[in-house]
């Protein structure tokens, strides 16, 4: 818990930087292996995102979308990738992008507020769990002094927990000076307790950037800005990045393409950012729930069950899709509506994290998932 004093020294670290702040949380550990968390608040269209063109009920549900279905890349005899996912359609060539489909938390209710509740807690309901499997990631992980941090106004529910998490909030204040930060440095030398807050914030500061300030407006930038809080040899090693906008209950068509135009250029900076440590980084993108499988009269879609995840990076054993597939003929959705989901959420993430940190799966799912009840996470994901 943060005492006044500590607290002033962090509200004082807010308004020293200026700009957008992007909505990241990031932690450190002793490993050379970087994790980050993608979270689509908003529901992504996981249909319309990996279509299922092979399907034969596709065409005529989808009609609106044969043209992305068409101009996407093939990924097997019945995906096709949306294409305003180019760098990650590259990706999947090189056999660094896996997608998985039809794939759910334990969530089967339309709520946005308590589905991304329950992806973030990893509980089987919604507010069961009171923190976040992110969280309790770090605790499996390799100690290291310093704790983690979250660059937004709040720490994201994912985060939460007992491992200490700091908040990072710029604002839109001008920038303070040089000076003025050495004098703030001076004031808080003979101080023990502060003198190593207002060290761990000047480092923070500077770890964000230029970007920080006028660069992360715009998702490329926000993926560069990440690199370069993961890349130093001290830098951190788990982020999470909270992009909205998903939720398309209307002209789907443009919107989701921008969204996932946005999400691919994240991606590519990310990746452009990390440079070699791109072999060692493995991003996983994942939205609470699907939507339905028809256009509604809007043009969009509304809030439905099976959705859709990426694994990518480094050391994926991509260049598949990872689906039981359940089909789209209206005896086969869930509830007469929704893509029914055939393979668990939480399996995904146990099973990916474990082979990415080499961490015993069985402990890791039990760890991060505690509330789900019988676990078999994933295997064969990452190298």
Same mark, same amino acid.
């Given at each position: 818990?943060? *005492?006044?004093?500590?607290?002033?020294?962090?509200?004082?670290?807010?308004?020293?930087?200026?700009?957008?702040?992007?909505?990241?949380?990031?932690?450190?550990?002793?490993?050379?292996?970087?994790?980050?968390?993608?979270?689509?608040?908003?529901?992504?269209?996981?249909?319309?995102?990996?279509?299922?063109?092979?399907?034969?009920?596709?065409?005529?549900?989808?009609?609106?979308?044969?043209?992305?279905?068409?101009?996407?890349?093939?990924?097997?005899?019945?995906?096709?990738?949306? #294409?305003?996912?180019?760098?990650?359609?590259?990706?999947?060539?090189?056999?660094?992008?896996?997608?998985?489909?039809?794939?759910?938390?334990?969530?089967?209710?339309?709520?946005?507020?308590? +589905?991304?509740?329950?992806?973030?807690?990893?509980?089987?309901?919604?507010?069961?769990?009171?923190?976040?499997?992110?969280?309790?990631?770090? +605790?499996?992980?390799?100690?290291?002094?310093?704790?983690?941090?979250?660059?937004?106004?709040?720490?994201?529910?994912?985060?939460?927990?007992?491992?200490?998490?700091?908040?990072?909030?710029?604002?839109?204040?001008?920038?303070?000076?040089?000076?003025? %930060?050495?004098?703030?440095?001076? %004031?808080?030398?003979? *101080?023990?307790?502060?003198?190593?807050?207002?060290?761990?914030?000047?480092?923070?500061?500077?770890?964000?950037?230029?970007?920080?300030?006028? +660069?992360?407006?715009?998702?490329? &930038?926000?993926?560069?800005?990440?690199?370069?809080?993961?890349?130093?040899?001290?830098?951190?090693?788990?982020?999470?990045?909270?992009?909205?906008?998903?939720?398309?209950?209307?002209?789907?068509?443009?919107?989701?393409?921008?969204?996932?135009?946005?999400?691919?250029?994240?991606?590519?900076?990310?990746?452009?950012?990390?440079?070699?440590?791109?072999? *060692?980084?493995?991003?996983?993108?994942?939205?609470?729930? +699907?939507?339905?499988?028809?256009?509604?009269?809007?043009?969009?879609?509304?809030?439905?069950?099976?959705?859709?995840?990426?694994?990518?990076?480094?050391?994926?054993?991509?260049?598949?899709?990872?689906?039981?597939?359940?089909?789209?003929?209206?005896?086969?959705?869930?509830?007469?509506? *929704?893509?029914? #989901?055939?393979?668990?959420?939480?399996?995904?993430?146990?099973?990916?994290?474990?082979?990415?940190?080499?961490?015993?799966?069985?402990?890791?799912?039990?760890?991060?998932?505690?509330?789900?009840?019988?676990? &078999?996470?994933?295997?064969?994901?990452?190298?």
């Amino acid at each position: 818990m943060l *005492d006044r004093r500590s607290f002033m020294v962090r509200a004082t670290l807010a308004s020293f930087a200026a700009g957008f702040a992007p909505r990241m949380a990031f932690a450190r550990a002793a490993t050379d292996r970087r994790f980050v968390f993608i979270i689509q608040r908003g529901a992504a269209d996981g249909l319309g995102t990996i279509m299922p063109a092979g399907d034969p009920a596709f065409a005529a549900i989808r009609a609106p979308f044969l043209a992305e279905a068409t101009e996407g890349a093939k990924l097997d005899g019945t995906f096709v990738l949306h #294409p305003a996912l180019a760098n990650a359609a590259t990706l999947y060539r090189q056999r660094r992008a896996l997608f998985v489909h039809a794939v759910a938390s334990p969530y089967r209710d339309r709520s946005h507020f308590d +589905g991304q509740n329950v992806l973030e807690t990893g509980g089987a309901q919604a507010f069961q769990a009171k923190d976040g499997w992110l969280n309790r990631l770090l +605790g499996l992980l390799p100690h290291d002094r310093a704790r983690a941090i979250a660059v937004s106004a709040t720490v994201p529910a994912a985060l939460r927990g007992a491992q200490e998490v700091a908040s990072y909030a710029p604002s839109l204040m001008p920038d303070a000076s040089e000076d003025l %930060l050495q004098r703030v440095t001076q %004031l808080y030398q003979g *101080d023990q307790q502060l003198h190593g807050l207002w060290a761990e914030a000047l480092e923070t500061r500077q770890l964000a950037g230029e970007l920080a300030q006028d +660069g992360g407006r715009n998702a490329a &930038a926000t993926g560069t800005l990440a690199a370069r809080l993961l890349l130093p040899a001290d830098g951190a090693r788990v982020a999470m990045i909270e992009t909205g906008g998903w939720d398309t209950h209307s002209a789907q068509k443009g919107r989701l393409a921008a969204q996932l135009k946005g999400l691919d250029a994240m991606i590519a900076a990310l990746q452009s950012g990390l440079g070699d440590a791109w072999s *060692d980084t493995l991003v996983l993108v994942a939205t609470e729930f +699907g939507r339905t499988v028809a256009i509604n009269g809007t043009g969009g879609t509304d809030h439905g069950t099976g959705a859709a995840a990426m694994l990518l990076g480094g050391g994926v054993k991509g260049g598949r899709v990872l689906s039981d597939w359940p089909g789209l003929a209206p005896r086969s959705l869930y509830e007469g509506r *929704d893509l029914k #989901p055939t393979m668990r959420l939480d399996d995904l993430i146990a099973g990916a994290v474990a082979e990415h940190f080499a961490l015993d799966p069985a402990r890791t799912a039990a760890t991060l998932f505690p509330l789900v009840g019988q676990r &078999a996470p994933l295997t064969g994901l990452v190298t």
